[in-house]
């Protein structure tokens, strides 16, 4: 490969690295319900497994590529292998009578049209929008509402590009599932770089923006030079971090090595770096086994040789890390490759959850005794935390006060600014599994923020 990126060191090792050593996949190649029966590794399942995917795969999204298949997944292990669990459709992530009804149409060959139909159907009943993410936040520019971007917290703008709006592969916990499965009307979606531009040059506080997708990393460096070029701009001086949201170091680590384009994204991004910008690659690894393969490693070291802060972050969820070890081990290779552990989330109440959702008393008590077998370095992930609708909250711990057993909560982040840090608690309830479950303890009706947050949605109707 060519040697193209400034950074002295990283020309100097580059030259050594024979890129296409560090992996058997080069060429992305995807596979979606359509091309299911081509994935040769799923002839070791039995029909009845390879079945049951395939029924869940009419409901939920579902893309794999073959770097996934062939380096992630440990097929001797399937099905309980996490990468597995992490992309190809359970049984279980549906109610038993939505499988029923799909299993039946697809064993009578019912057409596309009707399973199309009972699909959307069963959507409804999985929550396509938490947290109230699509009313309450979009920003407006000159009169029009800018549905691409989300601007909740004060300092922070997310964008979602719309040449970013699908991922190298799909997670089955997706809590943004729902724009994956072909409904437009689902979608956030933005063709206009200039508005992001527009509006953020008359916004000062914001500091913080946030590309996010599907997953942004899937453009190519074209359309990304022309986001981010202006960001070099004495307009645009006041936006000091661009923070990028991204699986692709689990899915397609080639973005960063061997892609045609990666040099110029390295060379873009060590651009915006030495011009003082902050970019950090927000990754998304929810098992040490996806940062194990050459690719991902050289990937990383190319991304902090640009001058690239990596932060890793990802929810704790049943069938893939609900283990503190599983969290030791991840934590701890992550600050040796220079990673910075940033959040562990609790899985949100969309999409899959019934199959990976774990009570908030167990996601505090993975999340605890995971903290306390790492060093400080690794103890900057912060959680268990659920973002919900007036922020991001944390379960700090778990006391008895009074006689009453309650958890303690704060806001990380909180649509008041105001309300972060102020401790707060509630009622202990051993099945909790989201903030809407939880009741305030000592015999208060409500929570201190809800009336603020009730005021905020405007109808009054608060969405968790
Ligand atoms: C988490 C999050 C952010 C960033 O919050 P930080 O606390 O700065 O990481 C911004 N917007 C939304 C909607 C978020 O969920």
Same mark, same amino acid.
């Given at each position: 490969?060519?040697?193209?990126?400034?950074?002295?060191?990283?020309?100097?090792?580059?030259?050594?690295?024979?890129?296409?050593?560090?992996?058997?996949?080069?060429?992305?190649?995807?596979?979606?319900?359509? &091309? +299911?029966?081509?994935?040769?590794? @799923?002839?070791?399942? !039995?029909? *009845?497994?390879?079945?049951?995917?395939?029924?869940?795969? /009419?409901?939920?999204?579902?893309?794999?590529?073959?770097?996934?298949?062939?380096?992630l997944?440990n097929?001797?292990n399937?099905p309980n292998d996490p990468v597995f669990q992490l992309?190809?459709?359970?049984?279980g992530?549906?109610?038993?009578?939505?499988?029923?009804?799909?299993?039946?149409?697809?064993?009578?060959?019912?057409?596309?049209?009707?399973?199309?139909?009972?699909?959307?159907?069963?959507?409804?009943?999985?929550?396509?929008?938490?947290?109230?993410?699509?009313?309450?936040?979009?920003?407006?520019?000159?009169?029009?509402?800018?549905?691409?971007?989300?601007?909740?917290?004060?300092?922070?703008?997310?964008?979602?590009?719309?040449?970013?709006?699908?991922?190298?592969?799909?997670c089955t916990f997706?809590?943004?599932?729902? &724009? +994956?499965?072909?409904?437009?009307? @689902?979608?956030?979606? !933005?063709? *206009?770089?200039?508005?992001?531009?527009?509006?953020?040059? /008359?916004?000062?506080?914001?500091?913080?923006?946030?590309?996010?997708?599907?997953?942004?990393?899937?453009?190519?460096?074209?359309?990304?030079?022309?986001?981010?070029?202006?960001?070099?701009?004495?307009?645009?001086?006041?936006?000091?971090?661009?923070?990028?949201?991204?699986k692709?170091l689990t899915?397609?680590?080639?973005?960063?090595?061997?892609?045609?384009?990666?040099?110029?994204?390295?060379?873009?991004?060590?651009?915006?770096?030495?011009?003082?910008?902050?970019?950090?690659?927000m990754a998304h690894f929810n098992h040490w086994q996806e940062m194990q393969?050459?690719?991902?490693?050289?990937?990383?070291?190319?991304?902090?040789?640009?001058?690239?802060?990596i932060r890793a972050q990802a929810p704790l969820i049943d069938h893939i890390n609900n283990d503190p070890d599983i969290w030791v081990r991840m934590w701890h290779e992550q600050v040796q490759m220079g990673i910075i552990p940033y959040y562990m989330f609790v899985e949100r109440?969309?999409?899959a959850k019934?199959y990976f959702e774990l009570p908030l008393a167990r996601t505090h008590e993975v999340y605890q005794q995971a903290i306390q077998k790492v060093s400080g370095l690794a103890r900057t992930a912060r959680g268990p935390s659920m973002s919900?609708?007036?922020?991001k909250v944390e379960i700090q711990g778990i006391t008895e006060?009074?006689?009453?057993k309650v958890f303690v909560l704060r806001?990380i982040?909180?649509?008041?600014?105001?309300?972060?840090?102020?401790?707060?608690?509630a009622?202990y309830d051993p099945e909790a599994t989201w903030l809407?479950?939880?009741?305030?303890?000592?015999?208060?009706?409500?929570?201190?923020?809800?009336?603020?947050?009730?005021?905020?949605?405007?109808?009054?109707?608060?969405?968790?």
């Amino acid at each position: 490969m060519t040697v193209t990126t400034q950074n002295p060191a990283v020309a100097q090792v580059d030259s050594s690295v024979n890129t296409e050593s560090l992996t058997q996949v080069t060429r992305y190649k995807v596979y979606t319900q359509r &091309q +299911f029966d081509k994935i040769e590794p @799923l002839k070791r399942l !039995s029909p *009845e497994q390879r079945f049951e995917i395939e029924v869940v795969a /009419n409901v939920l999204p579902f893309r794999v590529n073959e770097y996934v298949i062939q380096e992630l997944i440990n097929w001797d292990n399937v099905p309980n292998d996490p990468v597995f669990q992490l992309t190809f459709p359970q049984r279980g992530m549906i109610a038993p009578e939505d499988y029923d009804r799909m299993a039946d149409l697809i064993k009578r060959g019912a057409d596309r049209k009707e399973i199309t139909q009972l699909a959307s159907e069963i959507h409804g009943h999985l929550n396509p929008h938490p947290a109230g993410q699509q009313e309450m936040n979009v920003p407006v520019y000159e009169g029009e509402p800018l549905g691409g971007m989300q601007h909740k917290y004060r300092e922070t703008v997310l964008f979602f590009p719309s040449q970013g709006q699908v991922c190298h592969s799909y997670c089955t916990f997706c809590f943004r599932w729902a &724009q +994956f499965v072909g409904n437009t009307e @689902l979608r956030f979606a !933005s063709h *206009e770089a200039e508005k992001l531009h527009g509006y953020l040059k /008359n916004e000062p506080e914001v500091t913080d923006l946030l590309f996010t997708g599907g997953d942004p990393m899937v453009m190519r460096t074209r359309h990304w030079e022309n986001y981010l070029e202006p960001f070099l701009t004495p307009e645009l001086e006041h936006v000091q971090t661009i923070r990028i949201g991204t699986k692709s170091l689990t899915f397609w680590p080639q973005r960063y090595v061997t892609d045609e384009d990666a040099d110029d994204l390295l060379r873009l991004l060590e651009r915006l770096v030495n011009q003082g910008k902050h970019i950090a690659l927000m990754a998304h690894f929810n098992h040490w086994q996806e940062m194990q393969t050459p690719i991902v490693r050289e990937a990383i070291r190319r991304l902090r040789d640009a001058g690239v802060v990596i932060r890793a972050q990802a929810p704790l969820i049943d069938h893939i890390n609900n283990d503190p070890d599983i969290w030791v081990r991840m934590w701890h290779e992550q600050v040796q490759m220079g990673i910075i552990p940033y959040y562990m989330f609790v899985e949100r109440d969309t999409g899959a959850k019934r199959y990976f959702e774990l009570p908030l008393a167990r996601t505090h008590e993975v999340y605890q005794q995971a903290i306390q077998k790492v060093s400080g370095l690794a103890r900057t992930a912060r959680g268990p935390s659920m973002s919900a609708g007036p922020g991001k909250v944390e379960i700090q711990g778990i006391t008895e006060i009074n006689g009453e057993k309650v958890f303690v909560l704060r806001f990380i982040q909180g649509r008041n600014p105001d309300w972060v840090q102020r401790p707060f608690f509630a009622k202990y309830d051993p099945e909790a599994t989201w903030l809407d479950d939880l009741k305030p303890a000592f015999g208060a009706d409500k929570f201190f923020f809800e009336d603020e947050y009730a005021q905020m949605a405007g109808d009054g109707k608060i969405i968790y």
